[in-house]
Every structure is written in C-alpha cells, then in structure tokens.
C-alpha cells in the first residue's frame, strides 16, 4: 500500500490563489496563514478553505492586518472554482485584550514606545538561553519620570541619568542620558497595537537605536 498521496487539486487551488495575491503586493502576516479542511457526511467532493492574515500593498507591520478567506469547490461541471472574500480588518480584539490583562498583573514589565510597539523585558538568563531575540542588547529610555521604578524593583538592569555599571562583563554601560534607562538582553516582543486598542496603553518608553 503507498502512502504517497496524490495532490488535492482544491487545496492546489487555493494555494494558487494565494500565490498570485502575493505577487500583487500582500505580504502574509506573522500570525498566519491558517488552513481548514471541511468535513462531508457523504464521499462528494468537499470544499477546501484557506484563511490567511496579510498586510495590504506598502504597508508595515505598523499596519492593520487585513484577513482573507479562499475557498475552493468543484462547480457542476466538475471545474474548480475559487471565491475570494475579503479583505476584512483585524484588531485581534482577544489577543490584546489578553495583553491588556497581562500588563494589569502585578510584576509584569511591560513596555510600549511611542508608536505603539509592545514588549515584554523579562530577567536575562545565562549565557542567553532562552532569551528574546536570542539576547542581544536593547537599550530603553525612560518617557515620563517615575517609570522606570518598577522595572528597577523586578530586578532589572535600570541606570540613572549618569550612572555606570559594569554589568554583564567587561563592557562598561554608562547613561549619559538625562533619564533613567533599562538595559535588557531577554527582550520578547508582541507587536504592533491596532489603532483600535491604543487607548489601554500609555508609551513609556522608547528604544534607543544603534545599540
């Protein structure tokens, strides 16, 4: 008995489709594509369905994410068809509404920057294992006086305005800033809040770049 299986000429299909969207210009999402299958009570040919998340043409990832969805069926002369329904927009209502309750939990470090990018900074661990974005360096710089307190209490590296440290090896970090600044290198980030949800957020920091 093979257990080759022969290619689903549905599922063909919508891959096709989603091929020749992306060559127009969408670009898929990072929470996506997503594909179904449905189920018939009888052996009749049963439609094959494809959804996918994707920003539009030009867009960045600042963007809200639009969503497809591609559905294949054999029309009554056994020809493929394909529908393509969309785009529709994106807010992802329960994932950063989850966010939004994760952040309210004592001890949770959380950062937002000023164009509304989310972070969570957890403890470094040794020799980077684990670590968001496999531990490299980030630098944040504090926006409103006070914030930097709690990432202080939670046993971050925080630095004065002029302090110096010689944390993590020979390199010596200094702040010459003139405000507090969180040095991380477990940085795990979420994206970018949709217009939509920006009103549970305040910014309160901002990443400071060429580190």
């Known amino acids: 008995m093979s257990l080759v299986r022969e290619p689903d000429p549905l599922w063909e299909a919508c891959l096709q489709k989603v091929e020749e969207m992306q060559k127009q210009g969408w670009r898929m999402s990072s929470q996506s594509p997503a594909y179904h299958y449905q189920n018939g009570p009888r052996k009749e040919p049963v439609p094959r369905m494809c959804v996918f998340g994707a920003y539009a043409p030009g867009d960045s990832e600042m963007a809200v994410v639009h969503v497809f969805h591609i559905e294949a069926r054999y029309g009554h002369f056994q ?25 309210s939990a004592a001890g949770r470090t959380w950062i937002v920057t000023p164009d509304y990018c989310h972070y969570v900074v957890n403890k470094d661990v040794k020799n980077g ?41 020979p390199q010596l970090y200094h702040n010459d800033g003139d405000v507090p600044r969180l040095y ?4 795990w980030h979420q994206g970018y809040i949709p217009p939509k949800h920006r009103h549970l957020w ?5 990443m400071l770049p060429g580190v």
């Open 79 to 103: 020809e493929i068809e394909v529908r393509v329904d969309g785009p529709f927009e994106d807010s992802r209502d329960r994932y950063w509404l989850e966010q939004r309750e994760r952040d």
């Open 184 to 187: 991380t290198r477990n940085l």
């Open 202 to 206: 305040t910014p309160n920091a901002e």
């Open 129 to 169: 294992e684990w670590a968001g974005h496999a531990g490299r360096l980030f630098v944040f710089e504090f926006i409103a006086p006070g914030d930097h307190v709690k990432f202080h209490e939670a046993g971050l590296k925080v630095l004065l305005a002029g302090e110096r440290d010689d944390w993590a090896g």
